[in-house]
């Protein structure tokens, strides 16, 4: 078994039928595939709604345990210091939960989807396919790789802080999320360093949806210069576990000129101001001059190279995904075409938001190319391709 629910929790299980076990051999044999008819059906019941439901569904001890104590065992569990499987978990945690984010969103196996539940952490073989924002297997082995994730890689072993980090924020987020952050006490560590609100109750969705509120787009929000701010976007129903131009995600953009350190105070509720909560310095703007770093929420040319940017028919490629203005149709679904002119290159253009198999996260296989690799940077760059 894999995922939010490993062998040691079979075990917890069983134990509920132990002492009123029957003593006929026929009885024994259906009291002992009853814990597993009870799972199953567990199981059944979450996974018959959409996979993709975002909202938290089925029995409240899915994810909660009130004692921590079934049969004198534990229920809560946690990945083990080997990063290979799970391990019984003797303290409580917080909320009630039988296990951290990790815990719950993390594989022994290979799948991105379990029981309804997102992986973003397989611990055994790289995934085939992933999730929009790819996956934390590659960083245990290569910081380049994903960001560096309390509870699953240490600090990166190149950088003492986040690149083009603007702020003066000692033991916090900006400078590692491999670390406990100390700086406010009401904010959270290591996943929950960018995912500040996390509300699966609250998330309504069933489905494809705009999300334009608290707890915004994914549970990212901001803090501080960002409070009562988040990230607004459709959300795609099962996070890009199957993708077209037509079923993907979307995120809103907003295009302008930043000579500081920009964020949702002065770009919006867009991904790209999101990203500089800690690489700020990444996205300042040029008026004039040459570009010494590639510019983020800036619309595409309708001119040049970049008039054929997509194709000639501009379909969206979920691969180079883009940023919306704010006049697009938000409530009318993915758009399976890129308006050239209007629409922007942002920073998960090129990168995934937790890793990728590919250097500096990017989406594509930049360094083997053009020999083994792919250059996505000519969808856009089209007499470069």
Not at 79 to 106: A, K, M, R, W
Not at 115 to 124: A, D, L, R, S, T
Not at 339 to 363: E, F, N, Q
Request: charged content about 15%.
């Amino acid at each position: 078994m894999t995922g939010r629910l490993p062998a040691l929790l079979d075990k917890n299980i069983s134990l509920l039928y132990l002492n009123n076990m029957p003593r006929r051999a026929a009885d024994q044999e259906i009291a002992m595939k009853k814990p597993l008819i009870c799972l199953l059906a567990i199981l059944f019941a979450i996974g018959i709604q959409s996979p993709a439901r975002a909202k938290i569904r089925g029995n409240c001890s899915n994810c909660h345990t009130m004692h921590n104590s079934q049969g004198g065992l534990p229920m809560a569990y946690e990945i083990n210091e080997s990063l290979s499987g799970y391990t019984s978990d003797q303290s409580p945690n917080p909320s009630l939960l039988v296990t951290n984010c990790i815990g719950c969103h993390s594989s022994t196996g290979s799948s991105v989807i379990e029981n309804g539940v997102p992986i973003v952490f397989n611990m055994g073989a790289a995934p085939a396919n992933y999730l929009a924002a790819g996956n934390f297997c590659w960083v245990r082995n290569d910081d380049a790789k994903g960001h560096n994730v309390l509870g699953i890689s240490p600090i990166d072993s190149n950088l003492t802080s986040a690149p083009g980090n603007p702020w003066n924020c000692a033991n916090s987020c900006h400078i590692s999320l491999a670390v406990r952050q100390t700086a406010i006490d009401a904010l959270g560590s290591g996943c929950e360093g960018c995912h500040l609100n996390v509300k699966h109750h609250a998330d309504k969705g069933t489905g494809t949806k705009y999300v334009n509120a608290f707890p915004w787009y994914r549970f990212l929000s901001g803090h501080m210069s960002g409070e009562n701010h988040g990230v607004e976007g459709i959300e795609d129903e099962d996070r890009q576990y199957t993708y077209s131009p037509t079923d993907h995600n979307e995120y809103q953009g907003m295009e302008g000129d930043y000579t500081s350190p920009a964020g949702f105070y002065n770009l919006g509720n867009t991904m790209t101001a999101f990203c500089c909560g800690c690489h700020g310095n990444f996205h300042i703007e040029q008026d004039s001059g040459s570009w010494i770093r590639h510019p983020s929420d800036a619309s595409i040319p309708n001119s040049g190279e970049y008039a054929a940017a997509f194709g000639e028919s501009h379909i969206y490629n979920p691969l180079v995904p883009v940023a919306r203005p704010a006049s697009f149709s938000w409530t009318g679904g993915p758009s399976p075409t890129v308006t050239i002119g209007t629409d922007m290159v942002m920073c998960l253009s090129c990168h995934r938001a937790h890793g990728s198999p590919y250097y500096k996260m990017m989406r594509w296989d930049y360094m083997n190319w053009p020999e083994n690799g792919y250059d996505g940077c000519g969808t856009c760059h089209t007499s470069k391709n």
